[in-house]
């Protein structure tokens, strides 16, 4: 008797404790849910000022006459069935996201359900999909730091009917919408946030650079889709000569370059020159840190002008890699036509920059609301109008995925890098996902070139207009409605905690990566139909082409090689005497190469590399110089192969050597593998004008030459 009086006691105060916590919850979550933080939109992202007078450039503006244009305005479905932003018949390109008659659109409006209210079609009369889902708690989302994604980061939450937090919360969010870098929010230890530590430094125009031509010297031809470029000042002689040299072998070449300014955007600063010596000097006769680019002359033209292609790609995860890109992107127009670059056009910004900011000040620019005409259009317009020539369009959208995934492999090596610095393995942390903005030309042949890649790209999808003579206002702008709310909502789908559950889930449950997000990519797009969301408009393209890709990832291993020996957690430089413990852990000094040889190459190549980034204030090797080092040990111990075999053969001693030591081998990429497809086979190993070759090589002089004095160095 007393022992069932005792059971039902402890039951008694479980179900109080349990009632207690689902209490405490819900007040947690009722004290962030001020009437501000579920309006659709609150009065600093209004739209419109339409009755606004005087000209106000200030970003955020609240109506004059104190109406808020709500959200749900600008999802109004069109009265004739027809797509808002397209008001045309539609037209699907296979490969990317062009809406179909019919179907949903990218930013999630449904077309064929032309009267949606309460959740309900009327002409279907078929539920919305948060209803007839499975009530779970809703995903909760941190706008604090959004900035100016606010608007589309709102509309997309509202889609996916999560809860929004505009004032942050006091308990921990599942996602942070930051809108500039990781460190927008501090402390945060859990959840996902959408940005990678050290992106906004790794796209600096500098590093870009840097890190594509790295990639350019172990697989020049899989990397020409980058310009030719050379880093001012420091390469400002090598530039100049070869130039100088080029010119002199052919004299009936023009060459044009373009100059951009390392921390520029928006075409700030860029100008165009045809000579080494018109390089723009700073006060006395210093160089501005910039990147100084070949310049395309023969873009393909639409109408007669220059244009080019904005495509949103998502880095859903580093380890493992997992790219998405948006089937839909942006081409944004030139207002003046085209004419091949001569003295004389060379400062015609409206005629040789495409950027938006800087068109959309000239009197041409047209604002439409359709996506196939105006300064603004759709990608998938743009490949509409190829398709009508007989171009094809299939090659084009599979050698921009290529571009993509060949960037982002580039990227890789240096973000986990700083990666590790912000969140170490084994300290609490948030995970993190991206969207970055690509920037593509497209060639008169049809080969995209990479021009540069955005860390914070416009997430805006309203824009200034002028009404009246001095009047401004923010209006709406129906092409990035189009394609921005859907990569927003879809990045969102992919992040969502559930799913990412089951996506870890699914891959410990002994099926391979690529397998399981393969399935888990099928799982979501039928989840997305069940929910009444349109299917998802980011496509996987990695690891779904693992196979073609894997064998680009050398520079990972050894940075892979790199972090190992790091040591102490949050730095991201290797100190001298772990550089000394790699070389000898990977048994890589012996009798013609001391370890005063190792001490003087240390000193030397962080030396320079310290002199090529003023403003890092930490000491030590950086990831660029260590991979130097690598290149130059590797050509010694191998001096009769080419570059890129000299190099996976170090690595294969490196890593083999670790493994034997206890270091555990990095986990083999499932289709990684040493052999280079015949293509690549085919390439040189260098090609003779490429700056950082030149520069290398005469590193490697220099390391030969250091060598006798070294050995006289008994310093072990
Ligand atoms: P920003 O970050 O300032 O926009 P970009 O590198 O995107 O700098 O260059 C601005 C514009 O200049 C591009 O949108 C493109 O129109 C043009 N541009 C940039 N690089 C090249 C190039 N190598 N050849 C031809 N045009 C280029």
């Not at 370059?257 to 018109?278: E, N, T």
């Not at 109408?303 to 998405?324: A, G, H, M, N, T």
Request: net charge positive.
């Amino acid at each position: 008797m007393s022992d069932h009086f005792e059971k039902v006691k402890i039951q008694l105060q479980q179900i109080k404790a349990s009632r207690e916590a689902v209490e405490t919850e819900a007040a947690a979550e009722e004290e962030q849910l001020s009437p501000a933080s579920v309006s659709p939109v609150t009065a600093d992202v209004s739209f419109a000022d339409r009755k606004s007078g005087g000209r106000s450039r200030s970003k955020t503006r609240s109506k004059a006459d104190g109406q808020t244009q709500q959200v749900s305005d600008l999802i109004k479905p069109d009265p004739l069935g027809l797509c808002r932003v397209c008001n045309e018949p539609d037209l699907q390109i296979i490969g990317t996201g062009r809406i179909l008659r019919g179907n949903t659109a990218t930013n999630g409006h449904v077309e064929s359900c032309q009267t949606q209210r309460d959740g309900k079609c009327e002409r279907h009369g078929k539920e919305d999909g948060s209803k007839v889902a499975k009530k779970r708690r809703p995903v909760t989302v941190d706008i604090s730091k959004a900035k100016t994604s606010l608007v589309a980061l709102k509309l997309s939450i509202r889609q996916l009917k999560w809860k929004e937090f505009p004032m942050g919360r006091r308990t921990a969010c599942d996602i942070y919408w930051h809108g500039v870098s990781f460190h927008d929010n501090e402390n945060i230890v859990s959840g996902q946030v959408n940005k990678f530590p050290g992106m906004i430094e790794m796209l600096r125009k500098i590093n870009l650079s840097r890190a594509v031509r790295t990639m350019q010297e172990l697989f020049p031809e899989e990397y020409n889709f980058y310009p030719r470029s050379w880093i001012l000042p420091e390469e400002y002689q090598l530039f100049s000569t070869q130039i100088r040299l080029l010119k002199d072998n052919d004299s009936t070449l023009k060459p044009t370059f373009i100059v951009k300014p390392d921390s520029g955007s928006q075409g700030d600063g860029i100008y165009l020159i045809r000579d080494p010596a018109d390089l723009r000097v700073i006060s006395g006769s210093q160089i501005k840190q910039a990147v100084v680019q070949e310049y395309i002359q023969k873009p393909l033209l639409i109408d007669k002008l220059k244009f080019d292609i904005r495509l949103y790609v998502l880095v859903r995860s580093l380890e493992p890699l997992e790219v998405y890109i948006a089937k839909e992107g942006l081409s944004r127009f030139c207002t003046e036509p085209y004419q091949e670059p001569c003295q004389k056009n060379l400062s015609h910004v409206f005629m040789h920059l495409t950027n938006y900011s800087l068109n959309v000040h000239s009197g041409n620019f047209v604002h439409s609301d359709s996506c196939s005409t105006g300064s603004k259009r759709t990608f998938s317009s743009v490949l509409y109008r190829l398709a009508s020539k007989g171009l094809d369009i299939k090659k084009v959208w599979s050698d921009v995925i290529a571009l993509v995934i060949k960037t982002v492999i580039a990227l890789v090596p240096e973000l986990k890098v700083y990666y590790q610095a912000d969140i170490p393995p084994g300290k609490p942390g948030p995970s993190c996902f991206q969207i970055l903005g690509f920037d593509i030309l497209l060639m008169k042949n049809l080969k995209p070139v990479l021009l540069e890649v955005n860390a914070n790209p416009s997430m805006r999808i309203e824009h200034e207009q002028e009404v009246s003579p001095g009047v401004f206002e923010y209006v709406p702008s129906p092409v990035d409605e189009e394609v921005k709310v859907g990569v927003i909502r879809d990045t969102l789908r992919l992040m969502d905690p559930a799913r990412r559950k089951q996506h870890v889930m699914t891959n410990t449950g002994g099926s391979s990566s690529e397998e399981a997000i393969v399935v888990k990519a099928e799982t979501l797009d039928k989840e997305g139909l069940a929910d009444s969301l349109p299917s998802l408009c980011l496509k996987e393209v990695f690891p779904k082409y693992t196979k073609q890709f894997n064998y680009l990832r050398v520079v990972e291993r050894i940075a892979g090689i790199f972090l190992r020996f790091l040591g102490v957690k949050g730095t991201m430089r290797l100190g001298p005497t772990s550089f000394r413990t790699f070389i000898r852990n990977c048994k890589l000094s012996n009798s013609s190469f001391s370890m005063a040889s190792v001490d003087i190459l240390y000193i030397d190549i962080t030396r320079r590399w310290a002199g090529m980034l003023p403003e890092s204030r930490e000491a030590g090797m950086c990831l660029q110089a260590f991979i130097e080092a690598f290149f130059y040990l590797a050509a010694r111990r191998y001096k009769d192969l080419p570059l890129r075999e000299q190099v996976l053969s170090m690595l294969e001693v490196c890593e083999g050597s670790l493994e034997g030591q206890g270091h555990e081998k990095p986990r083999p990429h499932r289709s990684h593998t040493n052999t280079i497809p015949t293509s690549a086979h085919s390439s040189a190993p260098t090609t003779l004008n490429s700056p950082a070759l030149t520069r290398r090589h005469k590193d490697h002089r220099q390391h030969q030459t250091l060598q006798p004095s070294a050995k006289g160095n008994t310093d072990n």
